[in-house]
Every structure is written in structure tokens, then in C-alpha cells.
């Protein structure tokens, strides 16, 4: 149990569909990021919410729109999707700068 | 644009053996964390160094940080096969706007 959870595990879509990853954090942290890891690239940084507040959007797509209705949960809404969207999408939560983040064991999407 | 880089990219050893990853940048921290991640899951926050020179020691992992703040390394010492993993750092710079960038990481395989 790392403290940050995130559903589903696994999830396959059609370019068509629109579904939604969700993470949780009962840590007490007050931020919360949204990465994606493709292989042989570094984490890439997607969203930022600092009390519930976005502070950061890293020039993300469009078809990806995160939503934060408070500071323990926070949802990424994928609509038409790319192929390339394909990747490990990783929650994190942090509570202040420098102490390291606590991830999620991520969200393995398939793009068919 | 600040960029980490972790060399060596692939690692496999025997067990028992030691070995040392690095991790450098052009760029000055104000901290520098590591990580390791295993298949299907997300990175596991290992240590946060904030001072130049720094050493940390975590069982058979030392950790340590730069005097100039620039660079950190990772030694093992009897890898085990439980040190398997792909080794992930991060480092974060000294702005309020700063964002934690991320290495594309060490790949370490442990034969038994």
C-alpha cells in the first residue's frame, strides 16, 4: 500500500471512447501530479494541482483533461485518444517541496 | 532547459557484485531524490540529499550528492536479485515555479 491509489490497473480503448483514470491520496498531501512514462523516455510531466488549484499544464493535449474536486482525488478524462497516447500514466502526491513524491502504481493505457 | 542524465542506461551484473549509477546535470538542485520502480508499479521514493557533499546509507545503497550540487551517484554494495529495478532521479531546482525533472533512468538486472 503506497498511500496513492489508482484505478484501473489496465485499461484498453478505442480511439472513439472516452473513459477516465482516477487516483486517491489520504496522505494529507496538498498536491497532486499527473505523469506519463513511455519506454525509454523520462517521466513526463502532464498536470499539477496545488490545493486543488491547477498550477501547471505542461502543453498536454487537449484530449486529456484532469479534474481536481478536492485534494484528495483527482480523475484524468481521455477523449479520442491517440496510439501514442499508449504509456504508463502515473498519479504522484507531494506535500512540500523537496520531500519527494509518493506514486501510484500507475495506469497501463492501450490505445487500439 | 534542465536535463538529467543517468548513465549507464543498462545494467546487468552478477550477484554479489557492486556496482555505482550516476546521475548528472548542468544544472544546480536545490535537492536530488531517487527512486526505483518495478515492473508494473510506480517509483519508490529511495532518498532526498539537500546538502552538497552529502552522503546518505540505506542498508547496501549509498547515496551520494555533489558539492556542487550538479551530479549525485548510487552505489550498491552484494547487489541482491531483490535490487532489480529501474533507478529513477529527480532533481528540483530553487524556484517557487521550479518543477521536479526526472533521469530516464538506470535499468538494473541482478543475476542470481
Known amino acids: 500500500e503506497t498511500g496513492v491509489t489508482q484505478t484501473p490497473r489496465h485499461l484498453v480503448m478505442g480511439m472513439t471512447n472516452k473513459k477516465s483514470l482516477k487516483c486517491e491520496q489520504h496522505?494529507?498531501?496538498?498536491?497532486m501530479y499527473w505523469y506519463k512514462q513511455s519506454a525509454k523516455k523520462p517521466l513526463e510531466l502532464m498536470f499539477v494541482y496545488n490545493f486543488k488549484e491547477q498550477t501547471e499544464n505542461n502543453s498536454v493535449p487537449s484530449r486529456f483533461s484532469p479534474e481536481c474536486p478536492n485534494s484528495s482525488h483527482l480523475f484524468l478524462h481521455l477523449h479520442t485518444l491517440q496510439p501514442e497516447d499508449s504509456a504508463l500514466y502515473l498519479c504522484?502526491?507531494?506535500?512540500?517541496?523537496?520531500?519527494?513524491?509518493?506514486f501510484g502504481s500507475g495506469t497501463r493505457l492501450t490505445v487500439v | 532547459t534542465q536535463l538529467l542524465e543517468q548513465s549507464p542506461q543498462f545494467l546487468s551484473i552478477q550477484e554479489g557484485e557492486n556496482l555505482t549509477v550516476y546521475c548528472n546535470s548542468s544544472?544546480?538542485?536545490?535537492?536530488l531524490q531517487w527512486y526505483r520502480q518495478e515492473p508494473g508499479e510506480g517509483p519508490v521514493l529511495l532518498v532526498t540529499?539537500?546538502?552538497?557533499?552529502e552522503v546518505k546509507k540505506l542498508k547496501r545503497l549509498t547515496f551520494q550528492f555533489g558539492d556542487a550540487r550538479k551530479d549525485s551517484s548510487l552505489h550498491i554494495t552484494a547487489a541482491q536479485p531483490g535490487d532489480t529495478g529501474l533507478y529513477l532521479c529527480a532533481g528540483e531546482g530553487y524556484s517557487s515555479a521550479s518543477k521536479i525533472i526526472f533521469g530516464s533512468g538506470t535499468r538494473l538486472s541482478i543475476r542470481p
Open positions: 544544472s544546480v538542485f536545490s535537492s
Open positions: 504522484a502526491s507531494s506535500q512540500d517541496s523537496g520531500t519527494g513524491y509518493t
Open positions: 540529499v539537500v546538502t552538497g557533499g
Open positions: 496522505l494529507g498531501h496538498n498536491a
